[in-house]
């Protein structure tokens, strides 16, 4: 997931402001609704309701908020979940107002309320998100970057530090062997159970050519279904690397929003869960992170590819090793 420590960059007094804006407006909204549980419903010429306590209870989680947002206020990109939450109520707002409008169960009038509630809130927090999303992406490139410029003696030692889940150092491992490392976003990934499938097809193939894989995910447990689901992975050894050092190392990004959630990428999301029968599993790791494939030999790590989106696929059989 994405964490506050990777977000270190400070965002613009504009979202600090907002934010406050937003602290107080819930805060005296939720106050207003508490107090006088009618006024609102005479206002917008609409018959007061037989139970005000649950109108009133509305009225104290709209205060809450204002704590939420007030303590985002210090940092719009650290605190991005609470924005969030915040934008999500916003939108789901109208849309029970519309659904309302439609039955004739709720007067016009009450649309100014969803206006000052939440229409007028949806272009700031989502540039808020977006901010947070483009600092979180340039802390990353700076991680990447800094990676890059690593002494080869360093990057040796932090390749020293991984091993397999059976016990065997990799830097060992690839003085035995060529190493396929193929990083996978995640086990509960729909296209990294697609990947596994693929590269158990490819198996015989990446065998003969002297290829041995290494499967490596952020799993903090080896992985056991998908192993059994395809016994030629039984000999893929497995990496666990939920801090990604291995992931930075190969030089492997984070995605932007249209390489996660893309058009594309839902398409072959139907494909490849509904159709293939991959399945969705539950997020282990950062969802952020994308996958790729580097070649491991005599502790050297040479940068492969990493890829393109999410639903980007490794054709394991037209591999062909690097001398």
């Known amino acids: 997931m994405v964490t506050t420590q990777q977000i270190e960059k400070t965002p613009p007094i504009w979202m600090r402001n907002w934010l406050l804006t937003a602290a107080v407006y819930n805060a005296l909204w939720g106050a207003w609704v508490v107090l006088f549980p009618f006024h609102l419903f005479d206002l917008t010429h609409m018959a007061r309701p037989n139970y005000p306590e649950l109108w009133q209870c509305v009225g104290m989680i709209v205060g809450c908020y204002a704590v939420g947002y007030f303590f985002a206020s210090?940092?719009?990109?650290?605190?991005?979940?609470?924005?969030?939450?915040?934008?999500?109520?916003?939108i789901l707002g109208p849309i029970g107002f519309a659904k309302a409008l439609i039955e004739g169960t709720f007067s016009p009038w009450f649309g100014l309320n969803i206006l000052t509630n939440d229409l007028i809130w949806w272009i700031p927090f989502t540039l808020m998100l977006k901010g947070a999303y483009d600092a979180y992406l340039s802390a990353d490139a700076g991680h990447l970057k800094t990676i890059l410029e690593m002494p080869s003696e360093k990057k040796v030692d932090l390749l020293a530090s991984y091993s397999t889940t059976a016990g065997q150092p990799l830097v060992a491992l690839s003085q035995q062997a060529n190493l396929l490392l193929v990083f996978v976003r995640h086990m509960g990934c729909t296209y990294c159970r697609e990947t596994l499938e693929d590269l158990a097809l490819a198996m015989p193939g990446l065998t003969a050519k002297g290829i041995q894989p290494v499967v490596v995910h952020m799993g903090e447990h080896a992985e056991v279904s998908q192993w059994e689901k395809f016994p030629a992975l039984a000999t893929v050894p497995q990496v666990l690397d939920p801090a990604l050092g291995l992931?930075?190392?190969?030089?492997?990004?984070?995605?932007?929003?249209?390489q996660l959630l893309g058009l594309r990428v839902w398409i072959r999301g139907v494909e490849a869960g509904l159709l293939k029968g991959h399945g969705v599993g539950a997020l282990q790791g950062d969802g952020f992170q994308l996958g790729g494939y580097a070649w491991l030999k005599?502790?050297?790590?040479?940068?492969?590819?990493?890829?393109?989106?999410a639903q980007d696929r490794v054709c394991f059989k037209d591999i062909e090793l690097i001398q």
């Open 298 to 309: 005599n502790a050297v790590l040479t940068i492969g590819k990493a890829q393109a989106d």
């Open 74 to 90: 210090f940092n719009a990109y650290r605190y991005w979940p609470v924005i969030a939450v915040g934008l999500l109520g916003k």
């Open 247 to 258: 992931y930075k190392l190969a030089q492997l990004p984070k995605g932007k929003l249209p």
